[in-house]
């Protein structure tokens, strides 16, 4: 039994190959589709949460062997929708409530969603996931010569030993490995890929001649019931290639690093909170709705001119409280003129947030609101909190 388990692998590499000659019956090759689908979303989630390629190295041979799958389905598929039983029902249950799912009624629309879906996944993710495995391959194995004279260096030095040595030796071997299997496993996902448009030209044009020859109806009646089974015979196929595709792309491009992609991701865009404030700026400039903006750095203010203005002791008052004029200015159409000369009270239906961003400046909105009194609103950039005044 042990040894039976050991090599589970390689007896379902077998099954697989058998999908290609043996029937499947219906009830098994739903419960085979629904695994597929949920396989490639783990292997995404897995490419997702490394922190470097190397901790998936299993990749490229589990790239083949899904793809083997996926073909294999595929062909038992094929054979559930050209196989006429007489029941009125084309393929599988699965396949048929995706057809159902992604045409609503209307085959032309589930055809041309169903081919932008191949397209994006055939021109964009195949395609870039292919180029970007065999540039790493190249740079990788330019750089194993660099590599192994610093891991020599360092070793003449004294600055590791032996044994270190020859771990990272190890791991530069496997990297040139792992990076060289991959350039060749882009070239199965993008031969899956040709493959499935192929099969879905056999499914609808064969099921569309074995309906008519079998009286299943008249032409349009053929052409719907054949036409719904193959756009759901190519999307459970499909669904999973692209998430694999997806995948194949994420852990070629992946950078070594101390956490998940998932980390990174937060991280580095926390560490530039300019350019999450300039975009939610274009995002205000393109609302439908008349709004104020204006952001001023905090400098040098005369006590007169503080005074004089908004009568306040600190140059951080005095940009709030131009800040919060010219803003409600440019809202109004005003003139900033006037709202700078007094500033009047909020007035029914308008709003003001005075948002907190870098130190050393003064930034603020103003915009229509639906409450029934003027409000003013502080929001923390990079913060959850807001406070109401």
């Known amino acids: 039994m042990r040894r039976i388990f050991q090599n589970s692998i390689a007896l379902m590499v077998v099954v697989i190959v058998m999908f290609l000659i043996i029937p499947v019956h219906e009830s098994l090759l739903d419960i085979l589709i629904i695994i597929n689908i949920s396989l490639s979303i783990v292997i995404l989630m897995v490419t997702m949460t490394i922190s470097e390629a190397l901790e998936f190295s299993i990749f490229p041979s589990l790239l083949l062997i899904t793809t083997l799958f996926r073909l294999g389905l595929n062909v038992s598929t094929t054979r559930s929708i050209l196989r006429y039983d007489g029941s009125g029902e084309v393929g599988t249950a699965v396949i048929r409530t ?19 879906i191949v397209l994006v996944q055939f021109i964009v993710i195949t395609k870039g996931a292919e180029r970007v495995a065999e540039v790493a391959a190249r ?6 010569p660099g590599k192994q004279m610093a891991i020599d260096a360092d070793l003449s030095s004294g600055l590791i030993n032996e044994q270190q040595a020859r771990e990272r030796r190890g791991k530069i071997q496997r990297e040139a490995d792992f990076y060289g299997a991959m350039d060749g496993a882009t070239k199965i996902v993008k031969g899956d890929a ?7 030209a056999i499914n609808l ?12 109806g008249d032409l349009g009646t053929v052409a719907q019931t054949y ?6 015979d190519g999307l459970v196929s499909q669904i999973p290639s692209l998430m694999i595709s997806t995948a194949t792309g994420m852990i070629v491009t992946r950078s070594v690093s101390d956490g998940s992609l998932n980390t990174d991701v937060i991280e580095q865009f926390a560490r ?28 040098p203010v005369s006590q007169r001119a503080m005074r004089r203005l908004a009568d306040v002791d600190t140059r951080e008052d005095f940009f709030r409280s131009w800040v919060r004029r010219e803003a409600r200015a440019k809202r109004s159409g005003d003139g900033v003129g006037t709202m700078i000369r007094e500033e009047t009270p909020l007035r029914y239906g308008e709003l003001y947030y005075e948002i ?34």
């Open 98 to 116: 995706f057809g159902q799912l992604i045409t609503q009624g209307n085959i032309v629309l589930g055809i041309i969603i169903f081919f932008i």
């Open 139 to 144: 740079f990788t194995l330019d750089a194993m």
């Open 194 to 200: 040709t493959m499935s448009l192929i099969i879905t």
């Open 205 to 216: 044009i064969g099921g569309i001649i074995i309906g008519s020859m079998n009286g299943v």
């Open 227 to 232: 036409s719904i089974a193959t756009i759901g």
């Open 272 to 299: 530039q909170p300019r350019a999450i404030l300039t975009a939610g700026a274009v995002l205000v400039g393109l609302s439908d709705e008349p709004l104020g903006v204006d952001i001023e750095h905090i400098r």
């Open 356 to 389: 907190e961003t870098f130190p050393g400046y003064a930034a603020g909105v103003a915009s229509g609101s639906a409450e029934k009194s003027g409000t003013v609103r502080r929001l923390v950039l990079g913060g959850a909190s807001e406070e109401e005044t």
